[in-house]
C-alpha cells in the first residue's frame, strides 16, 4: 500500500487499511510507526513543528520546536552539518514533543526511543543526512536547552553549560515556519 494518499483517497480505504496512518498538514498520510521515507515532506515538518511549543508547553511564551531546530543549526559551526542540525527534532512532527524524563522511562521511553529511532533513519534517508546524528548536533542540542531553561522558563534548572551568546525571543508559530524553511533552503535542502 502505499503510504502517501490523497484525502479522496482516504474516503475509499477501509478502517483497517487507516490504523496506524495520520493525516498530515498536506493532506498526506504516514504510519509514524513503520515510516516510509517517501511519505516524509518538509512542508509537513516546519507546520508541526512551529505548532508545537517546547517543554511540553511549559515555557513563559509559546517557543516552538521549530525555533529551537533552527537555532541548533545556527550554533553547530560545520556547515556540512547545518541541515541535519536543523531536521535533528524532524521525528516530533510526527510523534510530538515527549519530556526528557517521560523518554528516559524504561519500557515507554524505550519503546518511544525505537520509533522515534526508526523515525530519524527514514528522514536521515529521505534528506541524504548522515545517521545517527554527529555528537555535534547534541552538543549544540544541549547549549541550546541551557539557554532556554534560562531565557524561556523560571529559572529552577540553572545549569552552567557553554554560553549560547544570545538571548531567546519566541517567534509565533507563522515565524518559526518560514525561518525554519528559510534554513532548509540556505542549509541545501531541496
Not at 504516514?30 to 512542508?43: K, M, Q, R, T, V
Amino acid at each position: 500500500m502505499e503510504q502517501s494518499m490523497s484525502s479522496l483517497d482516504l474516503h475509499h480505504q477501509t478502517d483497517d487499511k487507516l490504523e496506524g496512518l495520520i493525516e498530515t498538514y498536506t493532506g498526506r498520510t504516514i504510519n509514524p510507526l513503520d515510516p516510509d521515507p517517501g511519505s516524509i515532506f518538509i512542508d509537513d515538518i516546519a507546520h508541526s513543528l512551529a505548532n508545537q511549543c517546547r517543554f511540553t508547553g511549559h515555557t513563559r511564551n509559546f517557543y516552538s520546536v521549530a525555533q529551537h531546530c533552527v537555532l541548533v543549526a545556527d550554533v553547530v559551526q560545520d556547515e556540512t552539518l547545518k541541515l541535519t542540525a536543523l531536521l535533528h527534532d524532524a521525528s516530533e512532527a510526527y510523534l510530538s514533543d515527549i519530556a526528557r524524563p517521560v523518554k528516559m522511562m524504561p519500557k515507554f521511553g524505550d519503546l518511544y526511543r525505537e520509533y522515534e529511532e526508526r523515525l530519524e533513519q527514514a528522514i536521515a534517508k529521505n534528506f541524504g543526512l548522515e545517521w545517527p546524528w554527529p555528537k555535534e548536533i547534541k552538543e549544540a542540542d544541549n547549549i541550546l536547552l541551557r539557554a532556554e531553561q534560562i531565557d524561556l522558563m523560571f529559572g529552577i534548572f540553572r545549569h552552567e553549560a557553554p554560553e549560547y551568546g544570545k538571548k531567546i525571543i519566541p517567534w509565533p508559530p507563522t515565524e518559526a515556519r518560514a525561518q525554519f524553511m528559510w534554513a532548509y533552503k540556505r542549509y541545501g535542502g531541496k
